[in-house]
């Protein structure tokens, strides 16, 4: 039957082919969609599932991760006095303008952190040092552009204090468009204008063998502030951004339309294809062919198509992650999401075949010898 089902197939190459560009479009659009939607979400909550932190500490109702509300820096000694507490750090995260070499301004996202950090600090640091000067910054390549930054010891302006490039790292990109600038506290509260006394996060590192959950807890019983673990926080700064942007929503409509669109190509080509080869169908069945075989012929071509066309719209997507890339997007094509479109694709090329089926099935042999 795979020889009969691929002789009818190919027996007409350029409906082959449209069958097979439809579906292709349709696996390009799946994985690029859904690839961009979790390369936006990775850099959402990058900082916080790189930080080796167990616990957050904000500001009581903060929604979003990257608009927290400022806090007391003297919270950091109560939460150092919880029960189950090893060690803390204190995060400045804010916003700030940077003023480029022509004198433009450029939104960025201040991270200040300790000099001594452990639990946050730059990672992929490509070139330079992290934090060696009062004034020194930390910036990451792929911002060049915004930052008209593109060496180390460049001076800048931030809110209207010097900060001088430092170190430069490769890859931590902002989901707010706004590029992070790393520094100390002291530079970071000048940065962003906040008070010696305000900070935005405590990082809070865990005793061995105390459960973050509950020590989340004990510390989100100290008034104005809320404890996350740092899974609830990276799924809550996800969250955030796909729920209260529309990012989600958008992503997957795309991503349904391109399924939409592969449905109606690949159903309209086995349906013509079955009109077409109705006698040697028919004929089959006055042979004695049982309908489970015939319905297998028209099976195989579905599977043959999604084959071909996964080849091709995922070899498409691969370029266009490398494009994307260039062009300073993220696109996540993880071999999880190869293998859900792979089944996605088998099972939109099946549901296809189904008005062929019923078609098949309910033909009479004997039509075959009339006329």
């Known amino acids: ?29 799946v994985i690029v969609q859904i690839g961009l939607y979790l390369g936006f979400m990775g850099n959402a909550s990058a900082l916080i599932d790189h930080a080796d932190a167990d616990v957050w500490v904000a500001a009581e109702a903060t929604d979003a991760f990257d608009f927290a509300s400022p806090i007391d820096e003297r919270v950091v000694y109560r939460v150092a006095e919880v029960p189950g507490v090893a060690k803390t750090e204190k995060v400045i995260l804010a916003f700030g303008q940077i003023r480029g070499a022509e004198g433009n301004a450029e939104g960025v996202e201040v991270i200040g952190i ?3 950090a452990t639990m946050l600090r730059p990672w992929n640091v490509v070139e330079g040092s992290v934090l060696a000067r009062p004034d020194g910054i930390v910036v990451d390549e792929t911002e060049y552009a915004k930052l008209q930054i593109d060496a180390l010891d460049q001076r800048r302006e931030i809110s209207g204090s010097r900060a001088r490039v430092d170190g430069l ?5 902002s989901f707010t468009t706004s590029p992070y600038v790393w520094t100390n506290l002291a530079a970071a509260r000048s940065f962003t204008r906040l008070d010696e006394t305000q900070l935005t996060y405590v990082l ?15 510390i989100g019983k100290i008034p104005h502030v809320e404890a996350y673990t740092k899974a609830e926080l990276s799924a809550r700064t ?18 349904v339309i391109g399924v939409i669109v592969g ?10 294809s079955t009109l077409e080869h109705i006698k040697e169908y028919g004929t089959l069945k006055a042979m004695g062919a049982a309908n489970g075989e015939v319905v297998r012929v028209i099976v195989y071509q579905a599977l043959m198509t999604a084959a071909a066309g996964f080849a091709v719209g995922g070899t498409l997507a691969l370029v266009a992650r490398a494009v994307m890339n260039e062009a300073n997007l993220s696109v996540a094509i993880t071999p999880s999401l190869l293998a859900a479109t792979a089944a996605l694709t088998v099972m939109m ?3 296809s075949s189904l008005l062929s089926i019923t078609k098949v099935l309910r033909l009479d042999p004997a039509s ?3 006329a």
Do not use: N
């Not at 009818?8 to 479009?25: N, Y």
């Not at 790292?169 to 990109?173: A, D, E, F, L, V």
């Not at 809070?204 to 004990?218: I, N, S, T, W, Y």
């Open 349 to 351: 090329c099946s549901g």
């Open 204 to 218: 809070v590192k865990a005793e061995p063998g105390v459960d973050a959950r509950e020590l989340a807890a004990r």
């Open 368 to 370: 075959v010898f009339k």
């Open 238 to 255: 996800q969250g955030y951004w796909s729920s209260r942007t529309g990012v989600g929503a958008g992503f997957f409509t795309t991503a």
């Open 1 to 29: 039957m795979w020889r009969f089902a691929r002789q009818i197939l190919l027996h007409d190459r350029f409906k082959f082919a449209v069958a097979t560009a439809g579906v292709s479009i349709s696996v390009l659009l």
């Open 114 to 116: 300790e000099p001594s």
């Open 263 to 272: 449905v109606v190509v690949v159903g309209q080509i086995l349906y013509s």
């Open 169 to 173: 790292t490769h890859g931590i990109r």
